[in-house]
């Protein structure tokens, strides 16, 4: 991508866009040869604000994630936010993200990209493996030995995209489910 928009980076994938906006607002500035930097003189802090996937249909992807993964909505007017640990996933219409991003809507296939929830544990990866059985979600691949050392599978919502659920040892979450570093 040639220009850095301040507030979001638009990545379009294979058919799926996914917007990941970085907020740096307030953040202080100074400048040096190379350009503008942040406080932590960086062109940008090392952190997430957004996800927003590029939804086929809003209503019927919006009750996945209400009545499978059980979780609560923060907005649902034209488009949908889910407070996550530190940043929000959002659901907003493909079109219309694709539009906002100025990019084509096209594309099929494998997205390019998995979304990933990791836990404590590889007992705590099958209890929530047998709680997504028992709601009728699409298991894509049960959990396993991974080859990087770690213990995963993976689900799918209705619209294929792909989520890891995953046990890795070598990462640090903190009481929250937070990551707190990697080894």
Not at 16 to 43: M, R
Not at 94 to 111: C, R, Y
Request: proline share 3%; glycine share 8%.
């Amino acid at each position: 991508m040639e220009k850095l928009n301040k507030y979001a980076c638009g990545l379009f994938l294979s058919g799926l866009l996914l917007v990941l906006t970085i907020n740096i607002a307030g953040a202080q500035s100074k400048a040096d040869s190379a350009g503008v930097f942040t406080k932590t003189n960086k062109i940008m802090e090392q952190r997430l604000s957004f996800i927003t996937i590029g939804v086929k249909n809003m209503d019927k992807l919006k009750q996945f994630y209400i009545e499978k993964f059980k979780w609560t909505p923060l907005k649902q007017q034209g488009i949908v936010f889910f407070k996550l640990n530190g940043f929000i996933l959002a659901l907003y219409p493909a079109d219309e993200l694709a539009k906002d991003a100025g990019v084509p809507q096209d594309g099929s296939g494998f997205k390019r990209f998995t979304l990933s929830i990791n836990y404590k544990s590889e007992k705590e990866v099958d209890e929530a493996f047998k709680a997504l059985k028992g709601v009728g979600v699409h298991i894509i691949k049960e959990p396993q030995k991974a080859s990087w050392g770690g213990y995963s599978g993976y689900v799918a919502d209705i619209e294929d995209n792909l989520w890891e659920i995953a046990y890795n040892p070598f990462l640090e979450l903190d009481s929250n489910g937070n990551v707190s570093t990697h080894q």
